[in-house]
């Protein structure tokens, strides 16, 4: 079997002399959805900083597309085309909509120009000369996810798309998540809300205080709500 795109082995992460993850051993396939689902606290986040390097890794190996990246600086692995959609969006508020695209566009070329993200997202081309800081919570997830795509990403990493957002509206977000699966980029999904993030995946990992406790078919797992019970309580199963 080919190598994944994304593998990674016994990922042990500290913050200080705290130790937060506990030999994590996930992949993600290319153009694979792979949702990272785990109560709050659980490690999602550092999983994700670790991979980006944001984080350094105490042990372990992170290999991308056949590169060793457990140590690399961030700036490295972003080159590779590895894409953040951050928890809480982070854009530059004074800037526009499509400013904040324009400095998003890193000159790697590829399909995803800005014009192509418009298309996709038309949502932003309505809203594009308005200042980010004043598009509501589901605008602002959709240009953190478009700002992603202009860098042309082979693997996003996407923390938390459907926090503090309305119904209808995190339908919307997915709606175009489930599109960019289409494209074939590959994704690594991390979400509280597992159900809503087993529509689109193809498999799952559970992590609970750092540790994965599962990691199956996205679909076996959507169907068994008394193993998402045992594994994320009844809050999360009954959704
Ligand atoms: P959430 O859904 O709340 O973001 P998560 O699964 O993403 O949860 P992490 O953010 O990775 O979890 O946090 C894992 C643990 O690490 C938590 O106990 C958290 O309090 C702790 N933690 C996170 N960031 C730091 C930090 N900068 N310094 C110290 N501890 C931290």
């Known amino acids: 079997m080919s190598e994944p795109l994304l593998d990674v082995d016994g990922l042990c992460t500290n913050y200080g002399k705290i130790s937060i993850l506990r030999d994590v051993t996930l992949s993600v396939g290319e153009g694979e959805v792979v949702a990272l689902l785990g109560l709050n606290g659980a490690g999602k986040t550092t ?11 105490r042990a372990g190996k992170i290999r991308y597309d056949g590169n060793d990246i457990t140590a690399w600086p ?3 692995i972003a080159r590779l085309g590895v894409g953040y959609v951050p928890e809480g969006r982070r854009m530059f508020k004074d800037l526009s909509t499509l400013e904040n695209l ?3 566009e890193n000159g790697r070329g590829g399909e995803w120009t800005i014009p192509r993200v418009l298309e996709h997202l038309p949502k932003l081309a309505e809203l594009r000369s308005r200042k980010a800081g004043r598009l509501s919570g589901g605008e602002q997830e959709m240009l953190a996810i478009g700002r992603a795509l202009v860098s ?14 309305a119904p209808l509206i995190v339908e919307d977000v997915y709606r175009i998540l489930g599109e960019l ?10 979400e509280q809300n597992a159900l809503l993030a087993l529509k689109i995946a193809d498999r799952a990992y559970v992590l609970d205080s750092g540790r994965v406790v599962h990691a199956g078919l996205a679909a076996e797992l959507a169907a068994d709500r008394d193993r998402i019970r045992t594994l994320m309580g009844l809050e999360v199963a009954a959704r």
């Open 181 to 190: 699966k289409q494209t074939g980029v590959a994704i690594l999904l991390v």
């Open 152 to 165: 042309n990403p082979r693997l996003l990493l996407i923390d938390e798309p459907s926090q503090g957002l």
């Open 102 to 104: 324009q400095l998003a």
């Open 47 to 57: 999983t994700l900083r670790s991979i980006l390097g944001l984080t350094a890794a």
């Open 74 to 76: 961030a700036y490295k």
